[in-house]
């Protein structure tokens, strides 16, 4: 099975920072990438699809990038809502694994 | 608005049984596939199954395949899933959520229930 995995584990920025993420495949996966966003206590959020698509009505601070292994997603200027977890996800073909997610917090 | 309302969750005993309903409303839930996303305490997101629209395609994750059986009733609206040989580390938050675009990203989720396996 194709493993995901995220870098970093965690990092802590400050308002209005640029924040990357990294999520890479083992094997080449197209552009079938998601993205979510999980705050605390709450329901996974998705915010891109097919690696760059980003899902209606989620802030356009966010983007995604990114084909074949290695996939960004990136916040342009971290805001104190961006506080979560965030996880990738393939979905080329099953297992439709995610990530083992980035926690991003503040300084 | 899409709602997904998943019940069926408790406490059960190691080896015991359970079975999911995700109640759907406000799309067109026979042209869309589903899926079920179960979550451990303190874990991240973990794929469980997914059905088509029409059931011609059934996916597992390995962790339950033989032990659980995804279905749907599209005259019901409603997404199930029936856990049997439960395990310890079945014990999650289990999520209906729909397919995106006839894709298997997850653009809707419910809010959950809570499967325990504990004797």
């Known amino acids: 099975d194709i493993q995901m995995t995220q870098s970093p584990s965690s990092l802590s920025a400050s308002v209005g920072d640029r924040v990357t993420i990294t999520c890479r495949a083992s094997?080449?996966?197209?552009?079938?990438v998601a993205w979510y966003q999980q705050k605390p206590g709450k329901v996974p959020k998705l915010l891109i699809y097919?690696?760059?698509t980003l899902q209606s009505g989620v802030p356009s601070r966010f983007s995604g990038g990114g084909s074949g292994t290695d996939f960004t997603l990136t916040i342009s200027s971290l805001q104190p809502e961006d506080v979560a977890t965030y996880y990738c996800?393939?979905?080329?073909?099953?297992?439709?694994?995610f990530g083992p997610g980035t926690k991003v917090d503040f300084k | 608005e899409v709602q997904l309302v998943e019940s069926g969750g408790g406490l059960v005993k190691p080896g015991g049984s359970l079975r999911l309903s995700c109640a759907a409303s406000?799309?067109?839930?026979?042209?869309?596939?589903m899926n079920w996303v179960r979550q451990a305490p303190g874990k991240g997101p973990e794929w469980v199954s997914s059905?088509?629209?029409?059931?011609?395609?059934?996916y597992y994750a390995d962790s339950v395949k033989g032990r659980f059986t995804i279905s749907r009733d599209n005259a019901k609206n409603s997404l199930y899933l029936q856990m049997n040989s439960l395990r310890a580390e079945d014990t999650a938050v289990y999520y209906c959520?729909?397919?995106?675009?006839?894709?298997?990203?997850?653009?809707?989720w419910g809010q959950g229930t809570l499967v325990t396996v504990s004797s």
């Open positions: 959520a729909r397919s995106g675009l006839s894709r298997y990203y997850f653009d809707y």
């Open positions: 406000g799309f067109t839930f026979s042209s869309y596939n």
């Open positions: 996800q393939k979905y080329n073909s099953a297992p439709f694994t």
């Open positions: 097919a690696a760059s």
């Open positions: 094997q080449d996966i197209s552009n079938y």
């Open positions: 059905i088509s629209s029409g059931t011609n395609y059934i």
